[in-house]
């Protein structure tokens, strides 16, 4: 089992910024999904609305929107 450190894991779950924007809305990205070779972004409404079908086919799923309703 391998442990992860803080500032590891910091990285890893956060690694969307607010330059990286939404393919459907121009709003900030909290969603990345990998299709067929390539990265879609989605901002938290549109990631919710397409997750089925993105889920489906996506190779990776990266979720941040828990950073919406955190104290940082």
Known sequence: MTLSTPSETAVLDYRLTAADRCDSCGAQ????AEVNGSELLFCAHHGRKYEEKLRAVATSWHDETARLSSDD
Do not use: V
């Open 29 to 32: 990205a909290y969603i990345a």
